[in-house]
């Protein structure tokens, strides 16, 4: 923990240094303009998920065909993020927003008005589009206006918006699909986005220009090795993974053009991103920390809604419920690191801390049965939420404090293609796990079931009560099922506890950023 000495010289920066790179002359109804544009995008990435058997049937789609309105806008988000800075620095940052934002509204109609799978799928990539540049922007110009003692605050205000909407996503998703019609999942966007429109124009500032070349190699290895990952990740599962060519094509270009990109950025005279960022040894852990986050976050988040309504027969507002402590936790504890990083703490023990907790509130749910109760779910659910939020703003706060301000809109979008990568990784590896193990679950639970396994059913005469015994079997069958998948749900929660664990260690390998921040005074 840093001393006094080091908390008071970051408490009290100097006076000339602490002032906001970027000026605005309503700065709070800035702040909300900026938050509901990144709460709109962060609630998309979730809140269509439910409604996709809904899509399916008013469309006339497929099941393994519907899945591409998520899988578009999965792989257009991470194919434009990259091109945030270039793209900013080009037409302007405040241009690049206000436009990302009235298209992202823009987008959201045209996919409530979709008449058609084809027609979805090329708005929803559209909507993916639009919406990547508004995450890294909204962080940017966040920081930018706000004054350098002050960073760890809006961070935590940030970050709240980018924890809640995944968790928000599907409740809300579920009452408008139920209530309404799945078409206002998308509508529900116009409000919001119109508002935060309202205010980008009248408040956002003017950010310097830069003009700098295109790296159109680094561009297209990249989007072809993201666009690869991603269509490995999302089709794996139904095309049974390494048994079928397609997904070996998806991942050898991954493999090859990623390590292209790797050779193209450390040698290219005008590469995508600034090799400086790479060179910040606070940055580069805070991008691995966020590969963690979208692991752990969106892959529990994932894997919860389905497991409370099949195993435990909630509905989509119970499960809505039950899950919303989580996101209590995240406002409480991101309140308690803004103020501890503003007192100057090392953010270090904050970010090991953050992990371990999470890390418990894991070894809770890997602990779950099916007699578990909505207590101890709201209690592993709000430490959770706790242990995240503690990792958060520090990990901000750390990867941002060195960087000058004309990286940061790089920066930013690179933290955010981490988490997405992350949780894309994270949903994919965890469901590929939870499947195999209710097999094996179920193949091991199965063969207990015997007439010597001292039940009070003896299954190796009961077909003799032929249509009432097929019945028995079945329900016995059904039971059996439950089992091996609260069996492979524990098996996936002891997997990410044990990521959680191992992640803790590597916070101290990080800079003091009381130490940086006297530094750069």
Not at 142 to 159: C, E, I, N
Not at 265 to 294: E, K, W
Request: proline share 3%; hydrophobic share 55%; glycine share 8%.
């Amino acid at each position: 923990m840093a001393s006094r000495a080091a908390g008071a010289a970051a408490e009290i920066p100097h006076s000339g240094d602490d002032e906001a790179h970027l000026h605005t002359d309503n700065y709070w109804l800035l702040i909300v303009g900026i938050m509901l544009a990144s709460l709109l995008q962060m609630l998309d990435t979730t809140i269509a998920n439910v409604a996709i058997p809904h899509m399916q049937a008013s469309l006339g789609a497929t099941i393994d065909s519907v899945a591409w309105v998520l899988t578009s806008y999965i792989i257009a988000s991470a194919v434009a993020l990259p091109i945030t800075g270039w793209l900013a620095d080009q037409i302007g940052a405040r241009r690049l927003f206000i436009a990302s934002v009235a298209g992202f509204i823009m987008t959201s109609m045209l996919c409530g008005m979709a008449q058609n799978l084809e027609e979805m799928v090329v708005f929803r990539a559209l909507q993916g589009i639009t919406g990547a540049f508004i995450a890294p922007l909204s962080q940017a110009f966040m920081l930018d206006s706000t004054k350098p003692s002050r960073h760890a605050q809006v961070m935590a205000v940030w970050g709240l918006g980018i924890m809640l909407g995944p968790i928000l996503g599907p409740v809300l998703g579920g009452w408008l699909t139920e209530s309404a019609n799945w078409r206002w999942v998308f509508y529900v966007n116009l409000p919001i986005g119109i508002i935060s429109l309202a205010i980008l124009i009248a408040f956002l500032p003017h950010r310097e220009q830069a003009r700098r070349r295109f790296d159109m190699s680094g561009f297209i290895l990249l989007a072809i090795a993201l666009t690869s990952l991603q269509l490995m990740l999302d089709r794996g599962g139904q095309l049974d993974w390494f048994d079928s060519a397609e997904i070996w094509a998806y991942a050898l270009l991954t493999l090859c053009t990623g390590w292209m990109v790797v050779v193209h950025l450390a040698t290219a005279d005008n590469p995508l991103f600034n090799r400086t960022l790479f060179a910040d040894r606070n940055f580069v852990f805070s991008l691995m920390f966020m590969v963690v986050i979208g692991v752990v976050m969106f892959a529990v988040m994932a894997l919860l809604p389905p497991m409370l309504q099949n195993l435990f027969g909630y509905g989509v507002i119970d499960t809505g419920m039950v899950l919303m402590p989580r996101g209590v936790g995240v406002l409480i504890s991101m309140q308690i690191s803004a103020l501890l990083m503003r007192k100057g703490f090392d953010a270090r023990p904050i970010v090991a801390s953050g992990f371990v907790i999470s890390a418990f509130s894991l070894w809770q749910m890997a602990h779950w049965s099916l007699a578990v109760d909505q207590f101890d779910i709201t209690v592993s659910g709000l430490l959770q939420g706790l242990g995240m939020g503690l990792v958060f703003i520090p990990l901000q706060v750390s990867g941002f404090a060195t960087l000058p301000a004309r990286l940061r809109t790089d920066g930013s979008s690179l933290f955010n293609l981490a988490r997405s990568i992350g949780a894309s990784a994270g949903i994919s590896l965890m469901i590929v796990l939870l499947g195999r193990n209710i097999q094996i679950g179920h193949g091991d639970l199965a063969s207990h079931v015997t007439a010597a396994s001292g039940s009070m059913i003896d299954v190796s005469t009961i077909d003799r009560f032929q249509s009432l015994g097929d019945f028995v079997l079945g329900a016995i069958d059904l039971e059996v099922n439950r089992q091996a998948a609260m069996i492979a749900y524990s098996n996936d929660f002891w997997v990410m506890m044990w990521v959680t664990i191992a992640a803790a260690p590597f916070a101290f390998l990080m800079r003091n950023h009381a130490a940086g921040a006297s530094r750069r005074s």
